[in-house]
């Protein structure tokens, strides 16, 4: 089971949340939300495996991301 720890607004955004996640050992999903057809525009949503959750946050706090 996965868990949404952060919804980006940009893709460079969350593509440096992933990175920063994935430094750290985590393992990641990134999914487009509310994209409109042709999968241009949206959030990005980005989830770890439901057990890590907390920790992945608290690694985003340490680094100034907020949820």
Same mark, same amino acid.
């Given at each position: ?9 940009? *893709? ?14 985590? +393992? ?7 994209? *409109? *057809?042709? /999968?241009? /525009? /949206?959030?990005?949503?980005? #989830?770890?495996?439901? #057990? ?7 690694? +985003?706090?340490?680094? %100034?991301? %907020?949820?």
């Amino acid at each position: 089971m996965w868990k949404v720890v952060y919804i980006a607004q940009t *893709k460079e955004n969350a593509q440096e949340i992933q990175e920063l996640l994935t430094n750290n050992g985590f +393992l990641i999903q990134m999914n487009v939300a509310g994209a *409109k *057809k042709g /999968g241009q /525009g /949206g959030a990005y949503e980005i #989830s770890v495996p439901y #057990s890590e959750a907390e920790d992945a946050y608290e690694v +985003l706090c340490e680094n %100034r991301f %907020r949820a």
